[in-house]
């Protein structure tokens, strides 16, 4: 029978488990939401949060009950699992599980007939996992950027400064906070190899590309970097901290071992089904399709995330490079927000309220946000002549620029360069709609420019194609003035899997790990059998000069914009 290649994708609101033949055809697709679908957690959107210290976090059993879920799901649709040959898995990035000393025991001894929560309670030495919106370690951040020298020198030799959700800065903080708990951890996974751990049987290793996501991995030297475990450790010390975190596999494809047997006598797996290494839900996002370092990807989830591959490693403070999760020389650039989709769907809520939505399907739906966004001329600009809308809209403490959260509201000149903080001529919640699109993708121009390169002559530098993915790639209008903002010499597109680009993702890189010849790269062997027509779908114009060239103006505003608020910042604190 041919075989069949099992993907997950544990992101902030939902565990989704995907499959996909070895022609890379999805044939299943289950999805556990975590606020909706879990019994006994009161979750509020996959998070819990103590306000007073800027703590948000997860409860790991809370994924333990979606694992099972989805696998039911999976089951009740008719999954032969024997035909399952690998299973890879993408977790929300520098999330960390804290495993106490009976792990591997309990995580080897499972009996099929109970489900994983009721057995792997005691597994863990801390029953919450700080989740990448957290932001109670500024002070541990500031003893990251200052410890190499400068957050210059951070980001040189770990492709980031340090950034509040990154897990050195975050274990620095729990080893301060807990010291007896984290004595009595055994090991710590990402949130990434927490999920293949489950599947192995015993703690899985870290991922290449998703352990640069710590601020540890030192990524020209292609090792954890002693002086900054040396700096998370504290008093514990460094050949400690070293086993905690185990051994990192070079290669993205490795192969872990044969799934845990739980899962052959609960599920019917088969028992040589193997278990590849799991990477971040990012850097699996860059695995959806056979990406040209030309290509920019645009990730609209419970987060913004901008994506590229590349050849260049170019680190700056204001972003990410990461390993590449697959193929060697490349790296992943990023760019993240966290002020993405709870960011919109707050003035989605707004103009619903507004226009008498009240029930909860009406109250959710995006037809009147999308309406007014694209009937609202750009910048707000009714005639060139008038000032451009811009603004800041951070319903939490924003990553770029580090910012605490709030609302900022302002006119820009293009033709005398002059910005005023007002919101006279805002029309609330209306004008809001397209400033926070704009808002939210001029800033990915912005930092996004040093990387792209002009596809043409006379033609200037962006991406060639621009790919939207994740929940929000459903919506038009966004993709819309995505086009106009970002340009994309070939337009933009979306995946056919709408928001579960990164479960596939995963689920290819199981397809690739078994069924490469030696050396054959991800890019080989997916392109060859990626079938353009049948996986994406052209859905807005890209490049259109005349508004390309209006954006370039407000990107000057918008850079403006953002050093007022951050003096008006520093100047208060
Ligand atoms: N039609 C739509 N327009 C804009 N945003 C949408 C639309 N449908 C879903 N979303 C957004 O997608 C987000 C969830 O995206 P998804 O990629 O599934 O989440 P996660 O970050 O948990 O992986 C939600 O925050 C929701 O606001
Ligand atoms: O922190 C980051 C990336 O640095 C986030 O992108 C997380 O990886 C969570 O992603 P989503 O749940 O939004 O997909």
Known sequence: MDPLYLGFDLSTQQLKGLVVTSE???????????DADSRGFA???????????????????????????????????????????GISGAGQQHGSVYWGERAETLLSGLDAAKTLQEQLGDAFSHPYSPNWQDASTQKECDEFDAFLGDAETLAAATGSKAHHRFTGPQILRFQKKYPEVYKKTARISLVSSFLASLFLGRVAALDISDVCGMNLWNIEKGAFDDRLLRLAAGPFGVEDLKRKLGDVPEDGGEHLGKVNRYFVERYGFHQECTVITSTGDNPATILALPLRPSDAMVSLGTSTTFLMSTPNYKPDPATHFFNHPTTPGLYMFMLCYKNGGLAREQVRDEINKQSGEQNEAAGSSWAKFDEITLKTPAMGQAADSDPMKMGLFFPRPEIVPNLQAGQWRFTYNPADGRLTETDKGWTKPDDEARAIVESQLLSLRLRSHGLTTSPGAGIPAQPRRVYLVGGGSKNKAIAKVAGEILGG??????????????????????????ERRPGQTFEDLIGSRWKEEDFIEKIADGYQPAAFEKYGRAVEGFEKMEHTILNEAKSTT
Do not use: M
Not at 24 to 34: G, I, P, R, T
Not at 44 to 50: D, I
Not at 489 to 506: F, H, I, P, R, W
């Open 24 to 34: 890379l055809k999805v044939v299943h697709v289950a999805k556990f939401d975590l």
């Open 43 to 85: 979750v509020h959107k996959g998070v819990l949060t103590n306000e007073a210290e800027h703590e948000v976090f997860a409860p790991v059993a809370l994924w333990l009950q979606a694992l099972d879920g989805v696998l039911a799901s999976l089951r009740a649709q008719g999954l032969d699992f024997a035909r399952i040959r």
């Open 489 to 514: 010499s070939e337009g933009v597109y979306k995946l056919d899997v709408g928001d579960n680009a990164c479960a596939l993702g995963a689920a290819y890189k199981a397809v690739w790990s078994l």
